[in-house]
């Protein structure tokens, strides 16, 4: 990575967050991290510094945002700048705004941290639809994906808090996941996103009285995202995957929507830090040779079937053990009647 003048960074003093693991949701996944373990583990056994990069962040107290030629970020649609935060949507129907950077960034490693905030007066499930965190090519397009364009090009993570595929009864919203799309990928909005996402976890985080916090690390081609929802300062791990191939040059963003349900979606603040990670002199000459230009996930199949074996749980395990308790009974009834036969056959030769 480059050298840059200290006047680029800035080395904050970061809250004492502590990290959660949490258990996986099914074998296919633990199977998918078996595979790539060695790699996992090389990421993990690399030393990080990391310098909060002031030109790509966003916090209080905003000063400039949304102007033209004095900001680095940009407002649009119902999006408005307020003391406290950047509310992205007010609590209002139909509603879509977002906050968009200006600069391209071109860091080979990276972390976001974003403070938001949910909330409104709708009750659990009449409440909607979610925010969402860029890093794209495209940026300032307004769409259906969460007030962001389909089709696009780059990486989304997603705070979905309305559940448009009610069959799906084990996966509780709000819900975070996170996508690739490389310019041709649709977002399914009837699915709530799961025939592409790469993973993710439910986070209980509207109308909360306490700070939360979503925590969005690109590292050595792994993306990393946890949640601190609880008040604890305590991350928990929501996704972890290798071999996530993104392009430099992005843009970063918030935007949001609502429908006919809606909710105030707040940004308080976006950090973005740059993560100096040592590297080999083999593995700076493979990245140089392999220019990413499109974005990419490696073994995407095996992540799908992990999804597919998590599809299998709520209604349709019920069923499942069901019928597989009908199965042993029956055979049961059978063995028993086979041997009532055989026992009476084996009596009567006695006689």
Request: with cysteine.
């Amino acid at each position: 990575m480059a050298a840059a003048s200290r006047s680029h960074y800035y080395r904050e003093p970061r809250p004492p967050f502590r990290r959660k693991i949490m258990p996986f949701k099914s074998y296919w996944t633990v199977a998918f991290l078996i595979f790539t373990a060695s790699k996992c583990l090389a990421d993990d056994d690399h030393e990080m510094e990391e310098f909060l990069k002031r030109e790509y962040s966003l916090s209080k107290p905003y000063q400039g945002v949304g102007s033209l030629g004095s900001s680095h970020w940009e407002l649009m649609g119902d999006a408005m700048v307020t003391t406290e935060q950047v509310r992205l949507t007010p609590d209002m129907q139909s509603r879509q705004g977002a906050v968009w950077s200006r600069l391209p960034c071109h860091l080979t490693d990276w972390e976001m941290q974003v403070h938001f905030k949910v909330h409104g007066q709708g009750k659990k499930n009449l409440n909607g639809d979610g925010l969402a965190i860029w890093y794209t090519k495209e940026r300032a397009q307004k769409g259906p994906v969460f007030g962001n364009m389909d089709n696009f090009t780059g990486l989304g993570v997603f705070v979905d808090t309305y559940p448009n595929e009610e069959k799906h009864l084990e996966r509780i919203f709000p819900f975070v996941l996170a996508m690739v799309g490389n310019g041709s990928i649709s977002y399914d909005h009837e699915r709530d996103g799961r025939p592409t996402e790469l993973g993710g976890c439910n986070a209980m985080v509207r109308n909360l009285k306490h700070d939360t916090f979503l925590f969005i690390r690109y590292v050595r081609r792994r993306l990393t995202v946890m949640i601190d929802i609880d008040g604890q300062h305590e991350w928990r791990d929501c996704l972890d995957i290798p071999g996530v191939r993104l392009p430099k040059g992005y843009y970063f963003g918030a935007t949001a929507i609502t429908g006919d349900l809606s909710d105030n979606h707040d940004i308080i603040s976006l950090k973005l830090y740059q993560l100096t990670v040592l590297r080999s002199r083999k593995e700076e000459e493979e990245e140089e040779e392999e220019e990413i230009t499109i974005p990419s996930v490696d073994n995407m199949e095996l992540l799908r079937l992990g999804q597919t074996e998590e599809g299998m749980s709520g209604l349709a395990i019920f069923f499942t053990v069901f019928f597989s308790m009908l199965g042993c009974i029956f055979l049961i009834v059978i063995g028993l009647v086979v041997y009532s036969h055989w026992s009476e056959s084996r009596r009567k030769r006695f006689y």
